[in-house]
């Protein structure tokens, strides 16, 4: 990772860590195993990026950090909310998330949905309460439209559908588009909002996340093929198991590099509107395209 932008990963994850303790029930609050399996899954690891992206964007823009933290965190539930739910036997059926026990394996299904329903929920309650410039009802738009049946979730559906029958070029984009892009491009737009970005930065944010997105799911499917489980935190090697419409299941691993150098290449043409601060944005592309987990 370029120094710069792990100086920002290293200074950026504890206040969302932070924030993201405060807004959590605690586990002593009833129903204690409730919160239990919420906080076993938000606290499990993860790199905590769609909330960084958020941070980086605000802060590129000249953001209050104030303004952007309560939104950032409700991303990251989200995003957990999602892996809950991923993991579960009726949907990609893994017994591991970063390296631990699935939430249901940890804590059975029943409370493994529970505990995805109730972070998804309070991600709106946190962010509605932001004391963002923007108005908060705006933010809370712009998350339920990443996050819902225009955005992830229908993703998450032509992901489901598509298994076993197969497809093309269009339609695996499709699913990356809404199943991962949808909520990083959330991500970089709700930072750019909160700053009170003018429309065109506004609208840059959003391609550059999407574009990332790409990136970033596309990557993921390279690693699927070419990563050891120990390594991915989760099980390797299910796409192909479960007959999952992957870029490199269409085009093989050097079709799919070539898509993500494509996608990486969009992503730095849409941070034209950010300069001369995009430098610390930029280097999120490679970033991502160097993943190893």
């Given at each position: 990772m370029d120094p710069v932008l792990d100086?920002?990963?290293?200074?950026?994850?504890?206040?969302?860590?932070?924030?993201?303790?405060?807004?959590?029930?605690?586990?002593?609050?009833p129903?204690?195993?409730?919160?239990?399996?919420?906080?076993?899954?938000?606290?499990?690891?993860?790199?905590?990026?769609?909330?960084?992206?958020?941070?980086?964007?605000?802060?590129?823009?000249?953001?209050?950090?104030?303004?952007?933290?309560p939104a950032a965190c409700a991303l990251e539930m989200i995003h957990t909310y999602s892996l809950i739910h991923d993991d579960l036997p009726a949907m990609d059926d893994d017994d591991l998330r970063r390296g631990k026990p699935s939430s249901h394996k940890a804590f059975g299904?029943?409370?493994?949905?529970?505990?995805?329903?109730?972070?998804?929920?309070?991600?709106f309650e946190v962010a509605?309460?932001?004391?963002?410039?923007?108005?908060?009802?705006?933010?809370?738009?712009?998350?339920?439209?990443g996050a819902g049946p225009a955005g992830m979730v229908a993703g998450?559906?032509?992901?489901?559908?598509?298994?076993?029958?197969?497809?093309?070029?269009?339609?695996?984009?499709?699913?990356?588009?809404?199943?991962?892009?949808a909520l990083i491009r959330a991500a970089a737009?709700?930072?750019?909002?909160?700053?009170?970005?003018?429309?065109?930065?506004?609208?840059?944010?959003?391609?550059?996340?999407e574009a990332l997105g790409m990136v970033f799911q596309i990557t993921d499917d390279i690693l699927d093929v070419t990563a050891e489980t120990t390594a991915l935190g989760k099980t390797a090697g299910k796409d192909?198991?479960?007959?999952?419409?992957?870029?490199?299941?269409?085009a093989g691993l050097d079709g799919a590099r070539q898509e993500a150098q494509s996608w990486a290449g969009e992503a730095l043409k849409s941070l034209e509107q950010f300069a001369p601060?995009?430098?610390i944005l930029s280097q999120l592309v490679p970033y991502v395209q160097g993943r190893t987990s």
């Open positions: 100086r920002a990963f290293s200074e950026i994850t504890p206040v969302i860590d932070s924030a993201l303790d405060k807004y959590l029930p605690a586990s002593s609050a129903p204690g195993r409730l919160a239990e399996a919420m906080r076993y899954s938000v606290f499990a690891g993860g790199k905590r990026f769609r909330p960084v992206l958020a941070v980086l964007v605000s802060d590129s823009l000249g953001g209050k950090r104030e303004y952007v933290i299904e029943a409370m493994a949905i529970l505990a995805g329903d109730a972070l998804l929920t309070l991600a509605a309460d932001s004391p963002a410039a923007a108005s908060p009802a705006r933010l809370v738009a712009e998350m339920a439209k998450q559906v032509a992901d489901v559908d598509a298994e076993g029958r197969g497809g093309g070029l269009a339609e695996v984009e499709y699913i990356h588009k809404h199943k991962t892009a737009r709700i930072g750019a909002i909160a700053a009170d970005a003018n429309e065109a930065k506004v609208a840059a944010a959003g391609r550059f996340g192909a198991a479960a007959g999952k419409l992957t870029f490199p299941a269409i601060t995009h430098t």
